[in-house]
């Protein structure tokens, strides 16, 4: 009497395996929809919020007023160029370690 390791497999009903096999599909499909649809609608209420912050007017505070990055200098207190180079050189070594831009101007001076 030879065992034959297959014989387990056959007894079941083709139709039965294929009903199961449908309804699985059917569930993943389903549930990939679902997720799809959870995701549009998070991007639709997103962008509505991130369009209501930016027609929203900023609130002027008065104790937290910007400084400017380079004050101004008066007529009399005219620096040498070269004074002027240093400084903007020390300013664009400072901008372009720290967020690497250097697009900036000096465009006046102020001894305090």
Known sequence: MALNLLDGWFKTDLGEGAAK??????FVVIGIVLIILI???LG?????VNARKKTEPAKPNASAAPRPLMPQVSADEQLPAEVVAVIAAAVAVCLANSDGKGDFVVRRIKRL
Do not use: D, K
């Open 21 to 26: 096999a449908l309804i699985g599909f059917l």
């Open 39 to 41: 995701f549009v609608a």
């Open 44 to 48: 639709g209420i997103m962008t509505r």
